[in-house]
């Protein structure tokens, strides 16, 4: 379960990128933070994964508090940030060796993880060359290996889906899917209403550091009758 009680993060003295925002993630759920660009999506996400730190609030992740006990809260989850231009000069293979030894995988598992994971993804056989040579989907993908190699029991995950081919982008809510039936959290942001159909039970809408709603899709789109969800989704945040 993931618990956000009250953050706000400024990085100007004018305006709140994150306002006063408390939520709470239960398990075995799919959850979407939507939200225009520069709505605060990143910032929270940040927070909630201990990159940033917040001006006020907490961050619980399974009970252990991102600011007491940072090292247990970070085992807890696997992340995937927008930016997959890390590790550069790794060939694949050793990242995920990296991140195997960062959370203290065994051998053979991370060796069955990495197979499974990345043959799905379709870069098991770029895996022995350089990150640099990846294009922006393929160093996507081998973060998300990475997130998923110490098996953790939340993955969350910004902007997940952009820049993914469909074949990808399908096999990552498949992954996501799985995920949440083995009663695991996914939570993920998208600036993309339409991603959260038929895949997330939970959509929680951010406009200017604040949730606009939060609910599911279904119950959102009766408040709406025949409206598009792009024309929600532009009402919601207007
Ligand atoms: N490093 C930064 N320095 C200054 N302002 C920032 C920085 N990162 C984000 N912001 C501002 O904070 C707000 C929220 O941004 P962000 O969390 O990235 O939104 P989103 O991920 O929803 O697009 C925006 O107004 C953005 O311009
Ligand atoms: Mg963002």
Known sequence: MIKLTQLTKSYTKTKKAVDNLSLTISDGSITAFIGPNGAGKTTTLKMMTGIL?????????????????????????????????????????EYLHLMGDIYEVEFEKRIELIEHYSKRLG??????????????????????????????????????????????????????????????????????????????????IIHQGKVMYDGTLEVLKEQYPNTSLEEIFLKVTL
Request: glycine share 6%; charged share 25%.
């Open 53 to 93: 730190k917040p001006d006020q609030g907490e961050v619980l992740i399974n009970s252990f508090s991102m600011k007491n006990n940072p090292i247990d809260a970070k085992k807890q989850f696997g992340f995937v940030s927008d930016n997959p231009d890390s590790f550069l000069r790794l060939r694949g293979i």
């Open 123 to 204: 870069i098991y056989d770029t895996l022995n060359d350089k990150i640099l040579s990846y294009s922006h989907g393929m160093r996507q993908k081998i973060m998300i290996v990475g997130a998923l190699i110490h098996q953790p029991n939340i993955l969350i995950l910004d902007e997940p889906l952009t820049g993914l081919d469909p074949q990808s982008a399908y096999e990552l809510k498949e992954i996501m899917r799985e995920f949440s039936k083995e009663g695991k959290t996914v939570l993920f942001s998208t600036h993309v209403l339409e991603v959260a159909e038929r895949l997330c039970d939970r959509i929680c």
